[in-house]
């Protein structure tokens, strides 16, 4: 999918100098906003034009956007400044992605949908809506000349030596180059922005970014581009504390819920791309009704809304050979070690067909080695993972 973004996006002169599009990205648009928005497409699957209240109308919008993000609900008339941004900002930078078309009508945007293909792979999750975030912005950075500047300070990040100096300097050239070439005429608008294009190109390359303002202290990692995530090393919490004992019950709550839509998201996905059993065995016959845990959810909740970790299988494999004698509570060892396999075997035939879009082979070593504490190295090949999991589990 990594070239399919970029064949599409190689289409299209995205050039800033040209189009006077200070906001071909903003402040709500983080890779699990993006993907979450992506998602309420897939969901709202509109067949023609639509606009921002569409997508706020959505039941599925008004369950998770609160709950997710911690807002009040986008049922509350007070709520609607707040939503707009929320909503419109993602779709204004899809369409200037070219995966969406826009269409100005008065004071209202109306778009459609481009790629369905492109949404879908966003919404699948929130590594793949940051890695179309990455691909599109140095798309526009380099069709706009500037991404060399960025490329500047990362040699010198890379060699240990960008300093406060060679951090502000990017800062104001960017401050510059968008004040120069666009409406926006203050750098405190640009500075919004500027987080969201400088933080997303310094994560891919591990370097050091910008947080409150100022250069990070450390590489800017993953979790610190979301919305959604509390900066823990800015929390003041006792060092003995885990992430989990440090968060108020407001936030515990809160990543329940999240964790809960993630499940029920991979679980939706898989429904819709599975149509059969994944284990072709005598218990196949029938139809593939049940998604199960190859690894229970009630164990393993940091792996229960992988994908990887997810198969399709009959009601007859899922209660009498998954789960013995209808015991859910219980796991057939015997027939989790067919499961895996089985889920490697799709997993490989997915990643020849469609690449990345559904499934990473990272993703599932991570799956093993959470569920049977193993350390499967990143670098197997398929045939070599099978291999290591029938030795687990014939020691």
């Known amino acids: 999918m990594i ?5 599409h996006l190689s289409r299209f002169d995205l050039d800033i100098r040209k189009s006077g599009e200070a906001r071909f990205i903003d402040q709500k648009c983080t890779p699990d906003v993006v993907c979450f928005i992506a998602d309420c497409l897939m969901n709202l699957e509109p067949q023609g034009k639509f606009t921002v209240q569409d997508v ?3 039941r599925y919008f008004v369950k998770n956007a609160s709950a997710i993000f911690g807002k009040p609900s986008p049922e509350e008339k007070t709520a ?3 939503y707009d941004k929320f909503i419109q900002q993602p779709l204004r930078m899809l369409a200037y992605a070219h995966i969406l078309n826009i269409e100005k009508r008065g004071n209202i945007n109306y778009y459609s949908v481009n790629s369905w293909d492109l949404i879908e792979f966003i919404a699948t999750k929130e590594r793949n809506a940051y890695n179309f975030l990455y691909l599109y912005i140095v798309k526009v950075l380099s069709d706009s000349n ?3 500047v960025f490329e500047e300070y990362k040699q010198k990040a890379e060699r240990g030596n960008a300093d406060t100096k060679d951090f502000a300097y990017v800062k104001e050239r960017y401050d510059n180059f968008i004040i120069g070439n666009t409406p926006i005429n203050t750098s405190v608008e640009v500075h919004r922005i500027f987080t969201k294009v400088f933080n997303v190109y310094c994560c891919e390359h591990n370097i050091q970014g910008t947080i409150k303002g100022h250069q990070s202290k450390y590489p800017i990692t993953f979790s610190d581009l979301m919305y959604n995530r509390v900066n823990w090393r800015d929390v003041d919490k006792a060092k003995a504390l ?3 004992q440090a968060a108020t019950p407001e936030e515990t709550q809160r990543q329940e819920v999240y964790d809960a839509y993630q499940v029920s998201k991979a679980i939706n996905l898989l429904k819709k791309i599975q149509i059969e059993s994944e284990v072709k065995d005598q218990y196949a016959n029938g139809e593939a009704t049940q998604v199960h845990h190859i690894f229970p959810k009630s164990e393993f909740p940091q792996i229960a809304h992988y994908l990887e970790n997810l198969i399709k299988l009959t009601a007859t494999q899922h209660y009498s050979q998954a789960h013995p004698s209808n015991k ?9 070690l067919v499961c895996l396999i089985s889920k490697s075997n799709t997993i490989e035939n997915s990643l020849k067909q469609v690449g990345e879009k559904y499934y990473r082979k990272e993703s599932f070593i991570v799956v093993i080695n959470t569920g049977l504490d193993a350390d499967l190295s990143f670098n197997l090949t398929f045939q070599q993972i099978r291999t290591k999991l029938r030795l687990i589990y014939n020691y």
């Open 56 to 58: 706020w109308d959505m």
């Open 146 to 148: 500037f991404l060399r």
């Open 80 to 82: 609607h400044s707040e």
């Open 328 to 336: 859910t509570q219980i796991v057939n060892k015997d027939y989790q």
């Open 242 to 244: 885990t992430r989990t």
């Open 3 to 7: 070239k399919d973004i970029q064949q």
